[in-house]
C-alpha cells in the first residue's frame, strides 16, 4: 500500500533493537570482552586497525564486537570515528631498521647478518583442526627469546650496498607529505599518497590483484627480500624543543620485495623494489601490498601498462572497502524513482516493438514470445 | 644529401611554388635513449598533395608519422600546419585545446588496424558521426543522412548503418574508418599502412577507393608505407627512408623509374620482381 | 586505550561539534563550494571525509549540509520525493541530532532541502538552497572510465561523445532512451550529472531561484548551480528533450504534471499511481482536492499503516 513506506523512523529503531539483541547472543553465555578479543583475536584486531587506519588495539577491538564479527563494517566503524579526531600533525618517519623484530625471514638468502627469525606464524603448522582449542586447554609456554636487542640491517640495505638495488628514493624532508584523508584524490598519484591508499585498502582486493601478476599480468619476478614483523618508536618532532620525542609505540609489518628489472636506456639493471607496511601483524595484506606497488611503479619504470595491477586509476579507486562496501550496498535503498521511469520506457518502447511488428505483418502470437 | 639539397628536390612543380606549404617539417628529431627512432627530417606537403613515407619496418617511418601528427612529441624540429585561415603555426606550441580541435577537424588519422581508430560498440552511423557531433552538428536526421552518404562512397550498404564495426569484415572496418575521418572534410589525412592487414584482392579495391576519394575530395595525405605499389598508385611524391634518417625524396615516377641511392634501388628492385 | 577511556568516561563520543563535521573541515567544504559556484557545472575535488554512514547513502550531501548548515536553518530530507523513507529519516535525525536544528516536512518553510533523487513539485525560492546526494558525478564516466582523461575532456569541452550516446538511443530505439541521471549543459559551458533524478525534473533546474549544491562523498566532487543558471538539457533539433507524461492523475490528490510513483496493490495486476512528492500531494489534499481513490478510509488507513509497519 502507498502508506508502506511510512514510518520509517519507528522501523529503524527496532531493526536496531533486534541488532543488538542478536549481537548479544545467548545470554547465558558471557559475553565478549575486548580483552579477550584483542588477545585471543589479535589478527582480525590488527586488519581491522590498518584497514581502519586507526592504531588503537581496544577500539578496533570495540568495533569488531560492534560488527558482531563482520571486519569491514568494524573497518568502518573505526574510519567513522578516527574522522571526528583533531590532527595535531605527523610523525617523522619509523625506523624499521631498528625494529624490535618478533619474526624476520628473507627469500634471498639462506642466512644473514641477524638471522632468520619464525616468529608467530602459521607456516609449516599443519592446517589440522585442533579439537583442542575447542576447549579452555593449557598452552605451552614458548621458548624464552633470545633478542639481543641490537638492530637488525634491513635485507634491502645489504643490496643497496652493493648497488644491487635501487636506492630508496631520498624524500625532502620540507616537503609536505601527502595525505589522502585531508586531501581530494588527484591522478596521477605521487608514491607516497599511493603506499598510503593501498595500506588502508582491503586485503582481499590487494591479494587478488598480486596473485594476478604472479600469474603473468604484469609479472615482475619477485622474491621476498624480507618481511619483518615487530615494534618501533614513533617520533614527533616538537618545534618547541627541536628534537624528535618517542611518543609511542606500534606493531608493523614490513615487506620489501625485490623485482627483476632489466634496465633502461638511463639506468643500469639493478633489483626494483615493492614496498608492503600495515599496522599489527599483517603479513599477507604487506605482501599483496607490496606486490601491487611495483606493479604500479610501471610508468615510472618504463613498463607498458598491460594489466589491471598496473593501472593506478583502477587499483587505487577501487581498493577502499569501505567505499565499495557503501556503494554496492547502496543498491538496496529505495529506487523507484528512477525505476518508475524506466518502466515508463520500458513499457513504451515494448509497445511501439510491437506496433512496428504489427504493420510489418508478423503474426502477434510469435512476436510477444520472441519479445519474451 | 643534406637537408637543404633534399628540399631543393621535394619542391612541387612551378605552379605550385606560389601556394604556400599546409605542412612543413623541418629538422624533426625523435631519439629513444640511445636510439634514433628518426633524425634531422625536413620536408613540406602542399595542399592536394600525397605523399608516400616509404621504408622497411624499423627505418623510423612510423615515429615519423606520429611525430608530425602530434601523437608523439619530438625530442626537437619543428612541425609547422597552415590552417584553413591561412596562419601557420607550430603544432606542438599550441594549447592541447587547439591541437586536439585540428584533430578532430581540420586533420584525419587512418590506423593501419581499424580497432584503434574506431568505436567497436557503437554503430557504424555514430561512428561516422562522431565527429560531426564533436564540431556541434545537433541535428539526428541530417547526421544520419551525411553517415548514409559516407558510407555509400566508402562502399557499405546504407542498411548497416545500425550495425556495429564488430560485425564487419577488415576490408569494411577500413573503409568505415576512412569514412570516420574524411566524414568533416579533413584538408589533410595520416595514414599509416592503410592497407597493412588485408588480403591481396581486398588492397586493390581499398587503393582504387582511396585513390577516388583522393582525388575527388583534393585532400592532402601522408602516407606511411612499406609496400612500393601503395606508393606508385597512390603517391605524387616520396620519402625514402632507412636508419631513422631520409635517404632519398622526390616525384614518386622519377623515384621509382630512377632510383638514385642503392638502398632505394634495392627497394625497387626487389618489388618489381614480385 | 584512552580514546575508549575517553568514550566511556566522559561520554565524549555523544557529543560533536555543531552538525558533526569540525570547523576545519566545514570550511575547506565551503570553499569548494564557493568555487562550485563561481565555476557552474564544474566538479570541484573536495578532501571527503569519512562520515558515520556508509559512503554511496548521501555521505556528500551531508558533508555539503554539515557545512552550510546553521542554527537558524529548517531542514527539510526527502528520498525518491518522500520525507519517510528510511534514509531520509535516518538523515535528517542525523541532523536533528548533531546541530539540533528545526526540521520541517514542508518544502516552502524548509531553508535547506536535502534530496535523493527528487526535485520537490512546488518552485523553490530565492534564500533556499537544494543539496543533492550525488552516486556518480562525472556525466561522461560511462563513456570513458578514466577520471584522466574525463577532466580533459571537460577542460577542453570535447562532449561529442555525449552526444554519441544519444545518436545510439535514436538509432536503436527511435528515441533517447535516458529517463534518470539525464545530462544538461550548464551555462554553456560544463556538461553535468543531475545526479539520478528522472528527467521529469530536469527543467526544475533551469533558472532555479534556489540555490543548487550537489555533494558526491565517495567521488569527492562537489559542483553547484547558483541561482538563475541556464540549465539545458542534451538533445537534437529533431528530437527535442522530453520529459515523461503520466496517463492518468494522482490517486490520492488528482495532481497533474506531478511525477508518480506506481503502487503495486495485489497480485491480480492492480496498480495505483500517486505523487512522488509526500508533502506536495499532502498539501494538495489539506486544501480539499481528491483522487478517484482518496476516500476518506484511505487516510484512516494510513495512520494504521504506520503501526502496522512499525511493529515489524
Redesign the interface.
Known sequence: ????????????A?AHKLLAARRRGDRQVPALT?EQIAGQLALAVDRVMGEGSLY????AA?AVKQARGDLIEAV?LL??????L?RFGHSEPVDTGKMVVERRISAVYKDLPGGQLLGPTFDYTHRLLDPDLAGDQPCEPPAAETDSGEPITRVSDILSSEGLIEDDPVSDPSAPVADI????????MGRDGRLQTLARGDEGFLLALAYSTQRGYARSHPFVGEIRIGEVDVEVMMPELGFAVTIGRIKLTECQMVNQFKG???APPQFTRGYGLVFGQAERKAMAMSLCDRALRATELGEDIVAPAQDE?FVL?HCDN??A??????LK??????F??????VRR?RA?HAAREDADGFQTGDTREAAE | MSTAELMETVQPGVDDQAEAALLKVEGLTRVYGDRIGCADVSFSVWPGEVLAIVGESGSGKTTLLNCISSRLTPTCGTVHYRSGDGVSSDIFKMSEANRRRLMRTDWGFVHQNPIDGLRMTVSAGANVGERLMAVGDRHYGNIRQTAIEWLGRVEIDADRIDDQPRAFSGGMRQRLQIARNLVTGPRLVFMDEPTGGLDVSVQARLLDLLRGLVSDLGLAVIVVTHDLAVARLLSDRMIVMKQGRVIEAGLTDRLLDDPRAPYTQLLVSSILQV | MTALADMTDTGKLATYNFAYLDEQTKRMIRRAILKGIAIPGYQVPFASREMPMPYGWGTGGVQVTAAIIGPDDVLKVIDQGADDTTNAVSIRAFFAKTAGVETTTATAEASIIQTRHRIPEMPLTEGQVLVYQVPIPEPLRFLEPRETETRKMHALEEYGLMHVKLYEDIARNGHIATTYAYPVKVEGRYVMDPSPTPKFDNPKMHRSEALQLFGAGREKRIYAIPPHTEVVSLDFEDHPFEVQHFDQPCALCGGEQVYLDEVVLDDRGGRMFVCSDTDHCENRCAAGHRGELAGDDLFDGKDKGVETEAST
Do not use: C, W
Not at chain 1, 56 to 59: A, C, M, N, S
Not at chain 1, 325 to 330: D, L
Not at chain 1, 333 to 338: N, R, S
Open positions: 500500500m502507498y502508506v508502506a513506506v511510512k514510518g520509517g523512523e519507528a522501523a529503524i527496532n575486548l588503537d588495539p581496544e577500539l570495540l568502518f574510519r567513522a570515528y578516527r574522522t571526528t583533531p584523508t585531508r586531501n581530494p584524490t588527484e591522478y596521477p633502461s636506456s638511463k586509476e579507486s569501505v567505499q562496501t557503501g556503494f554496492v550496498e547502496h535503498l529505495p529506487h523507484y524513482v528512477d518508475q521511469a524506466e518502466l515508463d520506457l518502447m511501439e
